[in-house]
């Protein structure tokens, strides 16, 4: 079918802002995301092959496509075609795991040419006759953390019905329908609710920390592991002062902003899952919208209360999450005077909890870091491993050093 005959599609708010930073930012691989699964036994190729192949098939946010038309982008769903998956065998190399290692980094640096191209790239790979593995780069404009996990466990859950000769049934939860859930809500009341909410929230905009996100893109990365004990303590604390990780870790940044900065009226950036429905939390696509928080830390108040007010906050802000962020952006008119965020720094809170098995074979899942970013520090806190929390920080290079970033000792995590 000819791309003109085909059934054309807005972007969804949360693809809008992506498609514009990319715009801007044509060489860098700023939005690539995913990684890797790796698979502890022997698996057969054409089976893992075929598995892969019916995950594309059967989900159509991941054969989305984007074209332009009068500088206006579109996508559209491209028919599904059977690919020939890549194998790669590294068992042969001196340092398989390095060569692995090398091959997934210089992956993950390279940029998806968003215009009519595929914006996902599978490959299988061979570590030793006990170690393969799958790699998954995708562009973020057709999937968010979510939906990554969706295809790790589609993954799983086919090859183990092929390899036992079930039947595989694989439900379509197509992303086109989340693009008419969101035309009935730009058209709702509840969105004039919102938009009256982050308007009365930014009637003033704290300049400090407004921020171009083009601004240097160069990024690290820096993971720490807090140890059991150290992580039962966090959770224990939170438990105590009925609060989630999430308001715990952002009531620390706001914490730690205020100590750096002076400044008690504060803005940061948290992501939010931005789906609604039973049918979107199966969907494969870009969902991922993002709530700039605004808070005013009075420094005289306790922690149980700072906690209790950051809470409300955040509940509040969450109650009014679908507003989309790039059009109150465009409503605070930020770009008149170079600005496209309202904020420096992000938090962003993981408990994805992925398949540890793969037709009773251990597996493990790896994320890659693409070496770039938007904001100048992003903090991820995940909980999936062995239930310890894990911290990676990633920071633009021009902003930050990585003594700055790295604690001297474990008493400083805190």
Request: aromatic residues 14%.
């Given at each position: 079918?000819?791309?003109?005959?085909?059934?054309?599609?807005?972007?969804?708010?949360?693809?809008?802002?992506i498609w514009y930073i990319d715009k801007i930012n044509t060489n860098s691989p700023l939005h690539?995301?995913?990684?890797?699964?790796?698979?502890?036994?022997?698996?057969?190729?054409?089976?893992?092959?075929?598995?892969?192949?019916?995950?594309?098939?059967?989900?159509?946010?991941?054969?989305?496509?984007?074209?332009?038309?009068?500088?206006?982008?579109?996508?559209?769903?491209?028919?599904?075609?059977?690919?020939?998956?890549?194998?790669?065998?590294?068992?042969?190399?001196?340092?398989?795991?390095?060569?692995?290692?090398?091959?997934?980094?210089?992956?993950?640096?390279?940029?998806?040419?968003?215009?009519?191209?595929?914006?996902?790239?599978?490959?299988?790979?061979?570590?030793?006759?006990?170690?393969?593995?799958?790699?998954?780069?995708?562009?973020?404009?057709?999937?968010?953390?979510?939906?990554?996990?969706?295809?790790?466990?589609?993954?799983?859950?086919?090859?183990?019905?092929?390899?036992?000769?079930?039947?595989?049934?694989?439900?379509?939860?197509?992303?086109?329908?989340?693009?008419?859930?969101?035309?009935?809500?730009?058209?709702?009341?509840?969105?004039?609710?919102?938009?009256?909410?982050?308007?009365?929230?930014?009637?003033?905009?704290?300049?400090?920390?407004?921020?171009?996100?083009?601004?240097?893109?160069?990024?690290?990365?820096?993971?720490?592991?807090?140890?059991?004990?150290?992580?039962?303590?966090?959770?224990?604390?939170?438990?105590?002062?009925?609060?989630?990780?999430?308001?715990?870790?952002?009531?620390?940044?706001?914490?730690?902003?205020?100590?750096?900065?002076?400044?008690?009226?504060?803005?940061?950036?948290?992501?939010?899952?931005?789906?609604?429905?039973?049918?979107?939390?199966?969907?494969?696509?870009?969902?991922?919208?993002?709530?700039?928080?605004?808070?005013?830390?009075?420094?005289?108040?306790?922690?149980?209360?700072?906690?209790?007010?950051?809470?409300?906050?955040?509940?509040?802000?969450?109650?009014?999450?679908k507003y989309p962020y790039d059009l109150l952006i465009k409503d605070l008119k930020l770009s008149?005077?170079?600005?496209?965020?309202?904020?420096?720094?992000?938090?962003?809170?993981?408990?994805?909890?992925?398949?540890?098995?793969?037709?009773?074979?251990?597996?493990?899942?790896?994320?890659?870091?693409?070496?770039?970013?938007?904001?100048?520090?992003?903090?991820?806190?995940?909980?999936?491993?062995?239930?310890?929390?894990?911290?990676?920080?990633?920071?633009?290079?021009?902003?930050?050093?990585?003594?700055?970033?790295?604690?001297?000792?474990?008493?400083?995590?805190?």
């Amino acid at each position: 079918m000819k791309n003109s005959d085909r059934a054309h599609f807005k972007l969804t708010h949360p693809q809008k802002r992506i498609w514009y930073i990319d715009k801007i930012n044509t060489n860098s691989p700023l939005h690539n995301i995913g990684g890797c699964l790796s698979i502890y036994e022997d698996i057969d190729i054409e089976v893992m092959k075929e598995t892969i192949n019916l995950t594309i098939k059967s989900n159509e946010g991941l054969r989305l496509r984007v074209s332009e038309k009068e500088n206006e982008p579109f996508q559209y769903v491209k028919d599904f075609e059977a690919e020939n998956i890549d194998f790669l065998d590294f068992s042969n190399h001196e340092n398989p795991q390095n060569e692995k290692e090398e091959w997934s980094n210089e992956l993950f640096k390279r940029c998806f040419n968003l215009e009519d191209n595929k914006l996902y790239y599978f490959a299988i790979y061979k570590i030793s006759e006990k170690e393969y593995g799958i790699l998954l780069n995708i562009h973020h404009i057709i999937s968010d953390g979510w939906s990554i996990t969706l295809i790790q466990k589609q993954i799983c859950d086919i090859y183990r019905k092929l390899m036992n000769k079930e039947y595989v049934y694989t439900k379509n939860y197509s992303y086109l329908d989340f693009i008419k859930d969101e035309e009935e809500y730009l058209n709702s009341e509840r969105f004039i609710k919102n938009k009256s909410f982050w308007e009365d929230k930014f009637l003033d905009v704290p300049d400090e920390f407004l921020y171009k996100t083009s601004n240097s893109l160069e990024g690290k990365r820096q993971c720490f592991d807090i140890d059991e004990e150290l992580s039962n303590k966090i959770k224990r604390f939170a438990d105590d002062k009925k609060c989630s990780l999430n308001t715990f870790f952002i009531t620390v940044l706001l914490i730690y902003i205020n100590k750096v900065t002076y400044r008690n009226d504060l803005v940061i950036g948290t992501p939010v899952f931005n789906r609604t429905n039973r049918d979107q939390k199966n969907m494969i696509g870009m969902f991922t919208s993002t709530v700039p928080f605004r808070f005013k830390l009075d420094i005289g108040v306790k922690i149980k209360d700072l906690i209790k007010l950051v809470n409300r906050e955040l509940k509040l802000s969450f109650l009014n999450q679908k507003y989309p962020y790039d059009l109150l952006i465009k409503d605070l008119k930020l770009s008149k005077d170079g600005y496209d965020s309202l904020f420096k720094m992000c938090i962003n809170y993981y408990n994805s909890k992925y398949d540890s098995d793969i037709n009773g074979i251990d597996v493990e899942v790896n994320e890659y870091y693409c070496g770039n970013q938007s904001y100048s520090l992003q903090i991820t806190v995940k909980e999936w491993k062995e239930n310890n929390i894990t911290l990676n920080f990633d920071y633009k290079t021009l902003e930050y050093s990585d003594n700055e970033i790295k604690p001297a000792n474990k008493s400083q995590y805190f």
